[in-house]
């Protein structure tokens, strides 16, 4: 009597669940680790799986944009986080955001309800030791998944030094989070860029010019949190910058960054401000608010301080201040195939943030194709090699292309994607049919 190999999982993130459930759909039994709640990285707090921590948002819902279009191929293999995301969302205009605590409660209660899954919370120290499993005929695993994430503990990270050498680094910085009845609104006003959306998604704080000014002058120079002897070492990722970083990049920097005002007009003025924050909902109930774009390693007392600058936040309580925290990825280029599967070491696959996609989805995207092609070796089946003209091909093939030069995070973006035959010069109508060229891949391929 044969008995299936067992695969294993680290980390229950996007990624982890991701992968997890691919593996037990497909009749595998799995072992996911978790470390919470034995032991939190320095920006988790919550014990279920796929916390959120930079924001609550999962980007543009409609098809004709890059992240709208990837959550819409990852529909096509039962995805369990966009699944619970539209499950638990929130009004948030055109974007598709969700409360994070009933989102990851749902993620974790849908895994745990998977009878060939066994959750162990505890920190997996050592890969060594699983690697030997997969050639091992009396204990063997059919595949180990590293989805450790972005905050892979420090003794996980080092014992993967062997097979990746030396680690990068950059930095992710969260967002402050304010109560919504102590936002002004005899300042502040609710609309939608562009009027997408619902009328009440977002609440906007308008800033004319002399505002704009003095609060840029208070945020370039204003205090940051001191950071470690490592982090020192390393530069700031360009895609989760901090507001202060930013601004110090120039006085308009931010004017065409998050606080563009393009799209809205102040009521009391019937005017497109000078500057405008967007707040954006973290619950249904509007009891918080997320200040876009405003991610910062500021110290606590200088964010209240500059950010209550901020007309219509004057009095705002605050109740979660913005943090920054280090994140690593691996040379995926070097070391990674398209089917996230390492070189050099049949069975052992990576996924998530620590593959160099960058995005909550992008990360439960590899999960996805990690797991799917995890089992589809040990059924014997050809690794599944999406095209690119997928978004979620194109992005696997970009962290799996060791022509890439400087590798750097790269997120859910059109530019992945190969041009049309046709030129199509409407930037609206060019992004539709490129979706509309890929989702009829998927059509094509029912069965994948």
Partial sequence: MTTTPEALVIGAGFAGCEAAMQLVRAGIPTHLYEMKP????????????????????????????????????????????????????????????????????LVTETLEAEELLTVHREEVTDLAPLLDRLHDEADPLSAVIVAAGPLVSDALAES??????????????????????????????????????????????????????????????????????????????????????MASRGPDTMRFGPLKPVGLTDPRTGHRPWACLQLRRETVDGEMYNLVGFQTNLKFGEQKRVFSMIPGLEHAEFLRY????????????????????????????????????????????????????????????????????????????YISNPSVKDFQPMGANFGVLPPLPDKIRDKKARYEALAQRSLAWFDEHPQL
């Fill in 322 to 397: 913005g943090v920054m925290h280090r994140n690593t990825y691996i040379q995926s280029p070097e070391l990674l195939g398209s089917d996230f599967q390492f070189r050099t070491v049949p069975g052992l696959y990576f996924a998530g943030q620590i593959t160099g996609v960058e995005g909550y989805m992008e990360s439960a995207m590899s999960g996805i194709l990690a797991g799917r092609n995890a089992a589809r070796r040990l059924h014997g089946e050809e690794p599944l090699d999406l095209p690119v003209i997928t978004m979620m091909g194109a992005l696997s093939h």
């Fill in 160 to 245: 993967l030094k062997p097979l990746s050498g030396d680690t990068l680094h950059f930095f992710d910085a969260a967002a402050p989070i304010v109560s919504g009845d102590s936002i002004d609104m005899d300042k502040a006003f609710f609309q939608s860029r562009y009027d997408r959306g619902g009328e009440d998604d977002y609440i906007n704080c308008p800033m004319n010019k002399a505002e704009y000014e003095a609060f840029y002058d208070a945020l370039i120079h204003a205090e940051s949190a001191e950071l470690h002897a490592f982090e020192k070492k390393h530069g700031v990722y360009e895609g989760c910058m901090p507001i202060e970083v």
């Fill in 38 to 105: 034995v032991r939190f990285s320095p920006a988790h707090k919550n014990p279920d799986f796929a916390e959120l921590v930079c924001s609550n948002s999962f980007k543009a819902k409609r098809t004709g944009s890059a992240a709208g279009l990837m959550k819409e191929e990852m529909t096509r293999f039962g995805s369990v986080c966009v699944d619970a995301a539209r499950k638990t969302e929130v009004p948030a205009g055109g974007s598709l955001s969700v409360n994070r605590e009933d989102f990851a409660r």
